[in-house]
């Protein structure tokens, strides 16, 4: 009753396209260096995991999407790698669960925090918190440039979707209170280990389904969207990535079938 | 007795310094972008193996040492992560086999080969193979610009070290009959699965294990350092760094220990 359908047009992360995007915006400064081989990594587990939306990864969705239809004041933050692919899918996201966008950058610049804003609002966004001074609140579990949030947005939110985040800072936002949702590739990182819903899955594929989720699941009432996230455990969710990593690493052995990198 | 002993001054991987060393070539043009990709790729592979060579590596670089010793006109191949990470390994490991350096590169361009090949001489090569129009000779397999070999170097190798791959060249080096050496983290890769020998470490480990290597088996004899080779079995060596990896997988859930991203 809580499945999510995924339509047959939704992408397959085309790893040449993304790559070439990334680049580009790399270019352009939106991109860190540390975010190209964030991406590196990324495929590397994406491949592990059968560069699909798994099951399991669309439960997590499920109650990430409920998480952020219940919240009194979410937030979708985004970082340069979250903007330069998906920054349709955050705009889409935010406006079917009336979430917040905020800038939110590990290497912040004031130069880099325009540019994302800028790339977000030519996807649709109508307003981008977190830019330069707006980003004037400090949370305190974290030393320097990156503790500064907007105290419109991530201060004060409730549920917060930090894809691709840094370890540290999940945790901060976990230990505020706050129900963090992620989206990482990686099962065994910090991030995905401090989040209240991790969704292991590729960016690409899982904005889109979050936006078709919150979409299917706004009918629904809280009370039905409150059991989904009750009954989700994060921990059996992320024993589950790895062991799905584990079994198909077993069988691409067995087969003797390979990755082709280029 | 055929253990090689690493020193304890063996190089740990400093992720970060390595991160700087890629993006400073990066800009020099000398690291392509598909190469910032895999490093990334090969990061998460390393940090599955546990970030050391291990004893099954080690037996792969024995092999591929006494490959080397034995060969009668050995290459190395130098691509821009290759020499960006490895240029001083690659001209000592040069240097105690007696092996010709050429550059090879699987998006070639002037500028590129020639800053390749000035940083392989500022690293002590005498002579780089492969640059510019030395590089007239083609390997049929292999289509277009990839094809373009030195005739002097790896067209008439017996031997080819090969680290960090692609693919397609990789069988075609194995199809001319050369017993072909690689570098590569991904026990799964096309690469690794066509090489006659695959070290599965990191280049920045393997480079100096392989110069130890030969400097401690040039003192043994050529039966010597033909049995070792014909004792090594390269599908037990990955399938080996498989179950490795699919153990460490298992004990990092168990303990829900993680990566640090940043």
Redesign the interface.
Known sequence: MNKIVIPSTHPRANSLLI?ERL?EH?AKGIVS??G??????????DYLLGERTTENALVAVTAAAAALLTGKHPVISANGNAAALGAEGIVKLAKVTGALIEVNL?YRSAQRERAIERLLKSAGAQKVYGVNQAASARIAEIGGERRRVDPRGILKADVVLVPLE???RAEALAKMGKKVITIDL?P??????FATITIVDNIVRALPALAIAAEQLSKKRQNRLKRIQSDFDNKKN??EA??L??NR??K??KN???????
Chains 1, 2 share one sequence.
């Open positions: 790559r680049i790399f260096d540390a190209l081989f964030a991406h590196g990594r990324g495929e590397a587990f590990f840094d370890g540290d990686n065994l990182s910090r991030t995905a280990q992320l024993s790895i062991r990593i584990n690493l077993s691409l052995a003797g079938t390979y990755i082709s990198i280029h």
